[in-house]
């Protein structure tokens, strides 16, 4: 990824590869040859006036040299004149020693010449050898300039070709996923293809268990006891144990050859009551319902218009949902420690007035089970009282009547007992003579 800077905002964005690439092919190349031709243009146009000046100075050097020949030949011709004037009157050797000396001169100027035309040969070379270093620095450089550019070219053709082919190369293995998933759409029924679905969301998420979500629970439930359920419930706590975030998720799809097409608003009213069972915060459908609604094809659809904290996905996305409720519930998660302190100090305060009602209840039916056992055992004692009573009276009267038996025992002698009875009073007086004689 790049990161680019608005001249304009500064604001700075990210681009992926391929939209840096057409960027900077849009704005590199017409810049890039435009400085290219620039700088074979100044290139040319530094190689000429370096060879118009290099001329220009050979031949203002050869016109001075030439200007300063033709003065020395005026003063020879000059100096000539004289000597012919002194000719005339002179003798022959005079005009020998002239002649001789004239030669000597002209000589010497000839060597001058030679000399100053090896010069000027010399300074030629050296600006011809100059103008084609310059010339040959501008080509090296033109050269080096179309090099880079042939190579950057060929750099943007391979990295085109490597975007296309990938392009295409992804393209074919979206076609194949698309054939592969209509095909077992076609195969596999309606209910196989919920349990499809299910399983790709979970896959999905335990892939990511271990580093995005240690702590979360996220399992099928499978609480039917209200008459329905939900697919998944998802939950996740702070390292103190504190949930901040749940949700109740509905995978539904359907296939090709089902008769009868189901929208995602047949789901809606059945998720939040399965949410509001199970004490979830949050709901989202995770649908493949109502494939070419542009609605649901856009990305997270929010329907908590319709009913609260409820949300439809795509598949692809199943973990951005998460994490986005996630992260929004950790905003959140200072506020709901607090809140569940309270709830704790609430739950609390509402055990012990529990606890204090249940031992009132439990002490009021103990009393009342106490008294009314008390009230049977006072009956009890009353009705052994009376008992008691009775046999007390009862006692009493046998006593009445042993005594009346013993004052009757008492009463009882010999004499009443043979009173009438003539042959027992001879019997205990026959007994009395036998034992009077025995004693005697």
Known sequence: MHEIICPH?????????????????????????????????LAEKEKKTAIELAEAKVASKLEREAAKKDAEIEMLKSELK????????????????????????????????????????????????????????????????ARDLEAKATEQKLLESMLKEAHTAELKSKDEQITYYKDLKVKLSTKMVGETLEQHCEIEFNSLRATGFPRAYFEKDNDARSGSKGDYIFRD????????????????????????????????????????????????????????????????????????????VRPQFFIPIITLLRNAAQGTLTFKTELARVREQNIDITNFESELEDFKNGFDRNYELASKKFKTAIEE????????????????????????????????????????????????????SEDSKSAE
Do not use: W
């Not at 590869?17 to 057409?22: H, K, M, Q, R, S």
């Not at 089902?258 to 949410?275: G, P, V, Y």
């Open 82 to 145: 004289s000597t012919e004037v002194a000719k005339e009157t002179a003798v022959d050797l005079a005009e020998a020693k002239a002649e001789s000396t004239l030669k000597e001169e002209a000589a010497k100027k000839g060597a001058e010449i030679d000399l100053l035309k090896a010069e000027i040969k010399s300074t030629e070379v050296a600006t011809q050898l100059a103008v084609k270093e310059a010339v040959s620095a501008v080509e090296k450089e033109r050269d080096a300039l």
């Open 237 to 312: 706590s702070n390292e103190a144990g504190t949930e901040f975030v749940s949700i109740m998720f509905e995978m539904k799809n359907e296939s090709d050859a089902t008769a009868t097409k189901k929208k995602n608003e047949d789901f809606l009213k059945e998720l939040d009551k399965d949410r509001n069972e199970k004490g979830c915060e949050y709901a989202v459908l995770v649908s493949l319902l109502e494939p070419d609604s542009e609605l649901y094809n856009v990305g997270i659809v929010d329907v908590s218009h319709r009913y609260p904290k409820m949300y439809v």
């Open 381 to 432: 004692i009353d009705k052994t009282i009376d008992h008691l009573q009775k046999t007390k009276e009862a006692l009493i009267g046998s006593e009445n009547n042993l005594r009346l038996a013993n004052n009757k025992a008492d009463d009882l002698t010999i004499k009443k007992l043979t009173r009438g009875n003539p042959t027992m009073a001879a019997k205990f007086e026959e007994l009395k």
């Open 9 to 41: 905002c500064g604001k700075a964005f990210k681009i992926d590869e391929a939209g840096y690439a057409d960027i900077l092919k849009q704005v590199r190349d017409p810049e890039f040859d435009k400085a290219l031709h620039e700088q074979l243009a």
